[in-house]
C-alpha cells in the first residue's frame, strides 16, 4: 500500500505561482512513477503531468506545458508540481498519483487515470481573477 498526502494548495490571484507537494509512504518511492492531475466541479479529471520512476522521463499536457513544471526528491518520498502564470481556469481540486515503476512506456499510458494504483485526496487550488 501507498499513501499520498498531497499540501500546498490555496487562493492566489492570476498571474501568480504555488508549489504543491505531494508525499508517500508505504512503499520505496523510486520505484513508483507519480502523476499529478486535477478535477473542476462538474467536469472529468484531467492529466496534467508525470515524472517517471527514474526521473529521466517527463510527461505534461499541453493545457500546462511551459507553466508547470514536475519534480521528485527521492530523498523525501515527494513529488512537486510548481505552478506558474496561474489562470483562473487552473482553479480545481489538484491530486497525485502513483504507479509501480516500469508501468508506463509513454504519455498516452501516463495520461490514463487507469494506469495509476493509487490516489492521494488532493488540494484545493483557486485562481482569482
Known amino acids: 500500500q501507498v499513501q499520498l498526502v498531497e499540501s500546498g494548495g490555496g487562493l492566489v490571484q492570476a498571474g501568480g505561482s504555488l508549489r504543491l507537494s505531494c508525499a508517500a509512504s508505504g512503499r520505496t518511492f523510486s520505484d513508483l512513477g507519480m502523476g499529478w492531475f486535477r478535477q473542476a466541479p462538474g467536469k472529468e479529471r484531467e492529466f496534467l503531468t508525470a515524472?517517471?520512476?527514474?526521473?529521466?522521463?517527463?510527461y505534461y499536457a499541453g493545457s500546462v506545458k511551459g507553466r508547470f513544471t514536475i519534480s521528485r526528491d527521492d530523498a523525501k518520498n515527494t513529488v512537486y508540481l510548481q505552478m506558474n502564470s496561474l489562470k483562473p481556469e487552473d482553479t480545481a481540486v489538484y491530486v497525485c498519483?502513483?504507479?509501480?515503476?516500469?508501468?508506463?512506456?509513454?504519455?498516452?499510458?501516463?495520461?490514463?487515470?487507469?494506469?495509476?494504483?493509487?490516489w492521494g485526496q488532493g488540494t484545493q487550488v483557486t485562481v482569482s481573477s
Open positions: 498519483a502513483a504507479q509501480y515503476h516500469g508501468r508506463c512506456p509513454d504519455y498516452g499510458c501516463f495520461a490514463e487515470v487507469s494506469s495509476y494504483d493509487y
Open positions: 515524472i517517471s520512476w527514474s526521473g529521466g522521463s517527463t
